[in-house]
């Protein structure tokens, strides 16, 4: 065995717990984007991770389970203000975070997904069910759920096509222009569609959008492998 040989044995041997299942996280996200669903083996993700195959096993009946929970655990989750006083900034920085998980890991893994959803309309199922809905669905939902649940939005007004619309303008954007929405760009999202649909007009003087805590990428690259 050479020096280098054994020095990644070395390495491999000793991730344990928590160190070796975020390996094995990003391995399972990144084999997903470069080979897709089809392409998606224990052996592939074993490989990628430096790990043995005998041990995904141990704990995943299939790959994709390992890709669930992967998925499950990257998953961001908005944390609007616990006073409820600020929709218009929650509402930014929800698109923003959404913005910023769009170009992830886990994003291009959904993206990936998405793409063979006619072959794979279990797993998208079971997508929406296990990751999506279990984390709160949508972004600007958990936002507007949160202000209706303190008294400050008519829950009445939250309906499907609201809960979506901020998510999906950003989506649109992204398809027309092969580029993602700044943050000034956000901002109108929410004061010209999320805010007005829920009944409430936004001062026009105010057009500068919350500043950002995350760094919005100019552009939808393609995953590199």
Known sequence: MTEK??????????????????????AVLAEVAEVGVGGLTMEGIAKRAATAKTSLYRRWS????????????????????PGADDLRGDLIRALQQLVTWMVSPAGYAVIAIMTERQRH?????????RVFDARGTTFTYTVLRHYAEQGQIDPDLITPVVRDIGEALVFKHASDT????????????????????????????????????????????????
């Open 121 to 129: 309309p279990e797993l998208v199922k079971a997508l929406f069910n």
């Open 5 to 26: 040989s054994q020095n990644a044995t070395s390495r491999r041997s000793r991730r344990r717990g928590d160190e070796l299942l975020r390996a094995i996280h990003a």
């Open 62 to 81: 299939s790959p994709r389970e390992l890709l669930l929970e992967a998925l499950y655990e990257a998953h961001p989750e908005e944390r609007p203000s």
């Open 178 to 225: 092969d580029t993602l929405p700044n943050d000034e760009q956000l901002a109108a999202i929410v004061d010209q569609a999320i805010l007005p649909a829920i009944g409430i007009m936004p001062d026009r003087r105010r057009r500068r959008p919350t500043p950002s805590t995350h760094s919005v990428p100019s552009s939808t690259e393609e995953p590199r492998s």
